[in-house]
């Protein structure tokens, strides 16, 4: 059966520093993937999407980054946080259904 | 611009009550659209798919009308475990997701 981990799960981090989230898929091959962001209260906001190795498209302009370096992991990434990224981080698969990573609380201070 | 449109609640609602909710999405060619629950500080989960002949699980229906451009979900006999946050999304193929805010709904005993 098809899996999607995230990790870490929550992290606390200062403003400056950098940022990496994975997320790994497993029992399919070639999926889409995609990042969003879940302000508190708020609905999803799409980050990236990636229909294949090295293929990120970016939806808003920010301080993140994307990078898929294989078939079934995607990474979040940023070089300098600002407070402004704390928030909910969602990876997510989709072949006929979408399927959620199980997210990573940011909180930069 | 490609939309799904939800009342943002709250709902609040009596144990026991029926209650409905709908979403509105503005491209005619979107091809299929599902009911996603996201409890507090939580991932989405799929809830149910949405077909024009209407989907029946247990307490819970949903159904699509092309005509009018909407889908709804109608949740029976609430129970408290059924308060949660209730998003819709249209998929529009290849990799094109379009998500609604989301309409939060307390269940009170």
């Known amino acids: 059966s098809q899996t999607i981990h995230q990790w870490p799960a929550t992290l606390v981090q200062p403003v400056g520093s950098p940022l990496s989230l994975e997320c790994t898929v497993e029992g399919t091959s070639n999926p889409n993937l995609y990042w969003y962001r879940q302000a508190a209260g708020r609905g999803l906001q799409l980050l990236f999407y990636s229909v294949g190795i090295g293929q990120i498209s970016s939806e808003v302009p920010q301080n993140l980054s994307a990078s898929r370096p294989q078939d079934r992991q995607f990474i979040l990434s940023s070089k300098k946080l600002l407070l402004s990224d704390s928030g909910f981080y969602l990876c997510a698969w989709a072949d006929r259904i979408i399927y959620f990573g199980e997210g990573s609380w940011l909180t930069v201070v | 611009r490609k939309e799904v449109e939800q009342d943002p609640g709250p709902f609040n609602v009596p144990e026991g009550a029926t209650v409905a909710f709908n979403c509105t999405y503005s491209?005619?060619?979107?091809?299929?659209f599902f009911w996603y629950r996201q409890d507090c500080r939580k991932e989405p989960k799929l809830l149910m798919s949405?077909?024009?002949?209407?989907n029946e699980d247990g307490r819970f229906t949903a159904q699509l009308n092309r005509a009018s451009q909407y889908i709804s979900l109608l949740i029976r006999d609430s129970k408290l475990s059924d308060s949660a946050t209730y998003l819709c999304v249209a998929f529009e193929g290849n990799y094109q997701l379009i998500w609604g805010a989301g309409t939060k709904l307390i269940i009170k005993p």
């Open positions: 949405v077909y024009s002949s209407g």
């Open positions: 491209n005619s060619a979107s091809q299929s």
